[in-house]
């Protein structure tokens, strides 16, 4: 896996010579629960990583091992932020609309699209006289990846406002997105050093970074935690992973950037206290 983080590496030192920046917690709302969800579209698939920790804005209770994504079927997975019921609903309703594989990228958008439209119309638009105008009961945000028959892939965000944005590169959402795409920026940072890009490398490189971008919010934030769950979708289908596949991927990117940074004085005991543990 050596040549996936070759980027990686090439940009490091200029990243620690500049510094590393900060991320804020100025603006994160300690009462609000965080979510964290990130899908990075790649040439031969699609990962999606979220933490696992839930955060009840009343009682501050924490739950760990909370499942944020899911499979639909062997080809579709989604995940969400946002009222449960609201993503379980949209499960339900395109597992039904999508038996099978669609043909291509574009036939799968459009099938999607009818069923965010046919939901967003019948319980936000058509409801108004009942609960009224202000009432929006379907309102979740989503991102849906999918392998389609033509072994395209297909990567969308879909918003409470009813539209639905194919994404080609990576998607954040949830209250911890704003450190969710800090992290991104930093990584591509030290990819474009070398002239590359988060969303070029194969997926196999791109799991190691999805678990650091998850690790990196969840060691910022108390209220997102959890052991970082992973799902990928590939020419064979839509796979979770298991804990054990994942801390092994965050392992390899741990050992590649100790080995990267060496020449800068980087040891493994420095690198385990500048990156997360997992």
Known sequence: M????????????????????????????????????????????????????????????KTLG?????????????????????????????????????????????????????????????????????????NPTLLVGAKNEDNSFGLYLLKENGMVYPKNEHIVIGNGGDLARLVIKQLNRSMTVAGGSLHKLPVEDAIPLSCYIINEVKESDSQSG????????????????????????YDKFLGIMTIGLAPVGLSAEKIKKLWPTG
């Open 226 to 249: 959890g052991e970082t769950k992973v799902v990928l979708i590939d020419f064979k289908g839509v796979k979770a992973l298991s804990q054990a596949e994942v801390q092994k991927n």
């Open 2 to 61: 050596d040549h996936a983080y070759t980027k990686c590496k090439e940009g490091a030192e200029q990243m620690i010579t500049e510094g590393i920046e900060d991320i804020d917690l100025n603006g994160t709302d300690e009462t609000d629960p965080l979510t964290t969800l990130v899908a990075i579209k790649c040439p031969d698939g699609i990962v999606m990583a979220s933490d696992s920790q839930a955060t009840a804005r009343a009682e501050k209770a």
């Open 66 to 138: 909370v499942t944020k994504i899911s499979n639909v079927n062997n080809f579709i997975a989604i995940g969400g932020s946002g009222d449960a019921d609201n993503i379980i609903l949209f499960a339900e309703h395109l597992r039904e609309e999508l038996p099978q594989m669609s043909s291509s990228e574009s036939e799968f958008r459009e099938k999607i699209q009818n069923v965010f439209w046919r939901l967003h119309k019948k319980y936000n638009l058509d409801s108004r006289e009942f609960l009224g105008i202000n009432a929006h009961p379907f």
